[in-house]
């Protein structure tokens, strides 16, 4: 072999050992810009789960000081419970108005929820505080069904599914910071929400006929609730 030759060869074997080199840093780069990456989501989804849980415990003395309370926490819940007396009495809700009563500008199925659960208990403000309590909770749940039923095919679907749900709830609580903290209390607007989110559940993931009717069924109730339902409704 001459001394071109040599040199020629020395030149490819330098080529190729930088290439390789190159490819290998490019190849941990990738690796470990992966690694950070999911490190940082991973540490996301940690700390909104604990924020998230961390206020719904301590929320719940104070959900449940505002739901023991014997009288008016806010001034239309003096208002539901007379709806629910007047359908007690057999008198209609949407009759003329007069000075001993004035409906609501709201459409009555949450009140006679109230009023058919009342029949199995004293009436009193904690009855439709429970439903909204629940429907919150429920709100949370449907949610975290969805997720679940979305991501199915993952490993964590299951955990990733729960921690929604939390988050969900947590989120609702948080709106009481921003709208007057009335969510919780004999009103129609947390029990509303739980009728349209399990309606527009049903109607995404059901796939047949009693499914649609079950939807439109949910979808109808949440309208009877509050009758902005009526925007989701013609958009679902």
């Known amino acids: 072999m001459n001394a071109c030759e040599s040199s020629s060869l020395s030149d490819r074997t330098k080529l190729t050992v930088n290439l390789m080199n190159l490819f290998t840093e490019k190849k941990a780069g990738r690796f470990f810009s992966a690694w950070s990456g999911q490190i940082f989501l991973l540490t996301l989804l940690f700390c909104t789960f604990v924020i998230s849980f961390y206020t719904i415990i301590k929320f719940i003395p104070f959900l449940f000081s505002r739901f023991t309370y014997p009288a008016d926490l806010e001034w239309m819940e003096g208002g539901v419970m007379t709806h629910i007396i007047e359908i007690g009495a057999g008198n209609s809700l949407y009759r003329e108005p007069s000075v001993d009563f004035i409906p609501f500008a709201y459409t009555p199925f949450y009140y006679y929820v109230s009023y058919a659960v009342s029949l199995g208990f004293k009436l009193s403000y904690q009855i439709p505080r429970a439903i909204s309590l629940i429907s919150i909770v429920g709100t949370g749940a449907i949610i975290s069904v969805i997720i679940v039923r979305v991501l199915k095919p993952l490993r964590f679907a299951i955990p990733l599914g729960i921690f929604?749900?939390?988050?969900?709830?947590?989120?609702?609580?948080?709106?009481?910071?921003?709208?007057?903290?009335?969510?919780?209390?004999?009103?129609?607007?947390?029990?509303?929400?739980?009728?349209?989110?399990?309606?527009?559940?049903?109607?995404?993931?059901?796939?047949?006929?009693?499914?649609?009717?079950?939807?439109?069924?949910?979808?109808?109730?949440?309208?009877?609730?509050?009758?902005?339902?009526f925007f989701f409704i013609i958009t679902a």
Do not use: M, Y
């Not at 921003?178 to 919780?184: C, K």
């Not at 929400?193 to 399990?198: D, E, G, N, S, T």
């Not at 949910?218 to 339902?229: D, G, N, S």
């Open 164 to 229: 929604g749900g939390i988050v969900a709830i947590f989120l609702i609580l948080l709106d009481f910071f921003f709208t007057g903290a009335f969510l919780d209390l004999a009103r129609v607007d947390a029990f509303f929400l739980f009728l349209l989110f399990a309606g527009l559940a049903v109607l995404i993931e059901g796939k047949s006929l009693k499914s649609t009717v079950f939807s439109g069924l949910l979808l109808a109730c949440a309208f009877w609730t509050k009758q902005t339902a």
